[in-house]
C-alpha cells in the first residue's frame, strides 16, 4: 500500500512540475514577482519539486480579487469628476495592467474627439454650401 501513496504522489510532483514549466513561459514578463522570467524558468526546470513549490509561492502574479467592482456596472458620464473616478477604480490592478487601460482609453477617447471634428467639419462644409 505504501508504494501505491508513493507513486500518486509522485505522479502528483510531475503534473505539478509541468503546470510550474507551462506558467513560467505563458506569464507575461512583467508580471513574474521577485526575479526575472529566465531566471524562474530555470529553477523550475532543475528543481523540479523545490522550484515549483517557490515559483507558486514567490514567483507567479498574485491573483486579483474576486469581488464585483460596482462602478463598472454605472453609466459612465464625461465629466472630469467621472473620469477621475474611472481612473481610481484601476488601482487595484498591476501598474503594467493600469497603464495599458489608461492608455486604451486615452486612444478610445481621441478616437472618438477625431469622429466629432470629422461631423462638425462635415456640419460646417454642408450648411457653407447650402446657404
Same mark, same amino acid.
Given at each position: 500500500m505504501p508504494d501505491i501513496v508513493a507513486g500518486v504522489i509522485g505522479i502528483a510532483l510531475v503534473f505539478i512540475w509541468i503546470y510550474c514549466l507551462y506558467d513560467v513561459v505563458t506569464t507575461h514578463d512583467a508580471l513574474v514577482r521577485?526575479?526575472?522570467?529566465?531566471a524562474w524558468f530555470v529553477?523550475? *526546470?532543475? +528543481?523540479?519539486? &523545490?522550484?515549483s513549490i517557490?515559483?507558486?509561492c514567490f514567483g507567479r502574479p498574485r491573483l486579483q480579487s474576486?469581488?464585483?467592482?460596482?462602478?463598472r456596472f454605472r453609466p459612465r458620464g464625461t465629466g472630469v469628476?467621472?473620469?477621475? *473616478?474611472e +481612473?481610481?477604480? &484601476?488601482?487595484?490592478?498591476?501598474?503594467?495592467?493600469r497603464e495599458r487601460e489608461e492608455l486604451a482609453r486615452l486612444r478610445m477617447m481621441q478616437a472618438q474627439l477625431q469622429r466629432r471634428e470629422n461631423e462638425?467639419?462635415?456640419r460646417g462644409i454642408g450648411d457653407s454650401t447650402e446657404s
Open positions: 521577485n526575479l526575472p522570467k529566465i529553477i523550475v *526546470l532543475l +528543481l523540479p519539486d &523545490l522550484g517557490l515559483w507558486l474576486q469581488r464585483v467592482n460596482v462602478d469628476a467621472d473620469r477621475e *473616478l +481612473l481610481s477604480s &484601476l488601482d487595484h490592478l498591476h501598474p503594467v495592467v462638425l467639419r462635415q
